[in-house]
């Protein structure tokens, strides 16, 4: 079998890794070519994954750790993916609190699986909101530590990909793509939308096409690191739901809405909360990457006796606390109207990172 084209897509909580993928996934297939996924978290029962299957996308699941923390379950996964749909390409998304990519990753699948994967320049994904604030001495809505996870993911890049730009006037963009590459000199700096599509072959043509040189190893403190991912707490639920000629739309908007209530009643700081309704091959998303401005909907679950609930997030708190609060707005959301039953369901906070290789 020929080489697989490895492109990783890296970037902090929200940034939109996931919607990027299933973008250039479904770009690529109607052109013929065989792809496949490899999407990655500190747990199982990820709505990322199940997103993705539902577009019928051939996805490997690393859940557990992060890749560089499970380098081999990683390597697993593109064997997996090699074999079973003989992949031309492969997107791979780390978790969005992981760093030190190029060390850990990058470096080690060069030099021990060039026969099989060519890896291209490894892209970072920054949306507009967290970017500014990062870039301009902000904290991105985020605890110091978490934020200087953010910024170590933005110096080791070889490509940002300011994402989101349908969010930004023509001048707003043009400034921001300016002021980034005036900060980070020696990285490529693009910009694409997933919403118009604007930006999205541009990028896809440049790293497509290139090797990652594998050449920026952070100089980075563990320390501040671990911390960074511990200061958040991380929940992964899914819930099987019955209600009479139920309309779940309606459910998942209840369920975000009162938990952006809760996490700004107690001024919690959000990382990243994702909820994906399911009824069959129908599907409602919702997610939340800060404020309650950023709550967004989208899709349909459509109306039905039976449906799944899977709920992803990751707040400033700790996982005790969180699993108080999500499970309270979801009981105040099913009241009497729904009954309920927990297929899984775990809270926890993620241990210091411990690579399989770091190679400097």
């Not at 064997?79 to 492969?90: C, G, K, M, Q, Y």
């Not at 707490?233 to 009479?244: P, Y």
């Amino acid at each position: 079998m020929n080489q697989t084209r490895l492109i990783l897509c890296g970037g902090f909580l929200g940034a939109g890794k996931t919607t990027l993928i299933w973008d250039v996934a479904q770009r690529l297939m109607a052109q013929g070519k065989r792809v496949g996924l490899v999407t990655n978290d500190q747990a199982p029962e990820l709505v990322d994954s199940r997103l993705l299957q539902q577009a019928n996308l051939q996805v490997a699941e690393v859940a557990g750790s992060c890749f560089c923390c499970n380098f081999n379950g990683f390597v697993d996964a593109i064997h997996s993916l090699r074999r079973e749909v003989e992949a031309d390409v492969i997107l791979a998304e780390p978790v969005g609190s992981c760093a030190d990519l190029t060390a850990t990753i990058v470096r080690p699948l060069k030099k021990y699986h060039n026969t099989e994967v060519i890896v291209s320049p490894l892209t970072v994904l920054g949306d507009p909101t967290r970017l500014k604030s990062i870039l301009y001495g902000g904290d991105g809505g985020l605890h110091e530590d978490a934020a200087y996870i953010y910024r170590k993911q933005l110096e080791e890049s070889e490509v940002i990909l300011i994402t989101k730009t349908d969010l930004l006037s023509e001048e707003e963009l043009e400034k921001l793509v300016k002021d980034t590459q005036a900060c980070f000199h020696h990285t490529k700096v693009m910009a694409a939308s997933t919403m118009n599509g604007s930006g999205i072959r541009e990028w896809f043509q440049y790293v497509a096409n290139r090797q990652g040189e594998g050449t920026k190893i952070l100089d980075i403190d563990y320390d501040k690191y671990a911390h960074g991912e511990a200061v958040l707490g991380w929940l992964n639920g899914t819930v099987a739901l019955t209600g009479k000629n139920a309309y779940w739309d309606t459910l998942l908007k209840d369920i975000m809405t009162g938990i952006c209530k809760a996490v700004k009643k107690e001024k919690l700081r959000v990382g990243h909360i994702k909820v994906i309704a399911e009824n069959g091959k129908q599907y409602a998303v919702g997610n939340i990457t800060g404020d309650v401005s950023t709550l967004q909907l989208r899709g349909t679950a459509g109306t039905s006796d039976h449906a799944k609930l899977i709920i992803n997030a990751r707040v400033e708190t700790s996982p005790e606390h969180l699993d108080e609060i999500v499970r309270s707005v979801l009981l105040d959301a099913i009241g009497d109207q729904y009954t309920d039953e927990v297929l899984a369901w775990r809270y926890l906070q993620p241990g210091r990172p411990n690579p399989t290789h770091r190679m400097v």
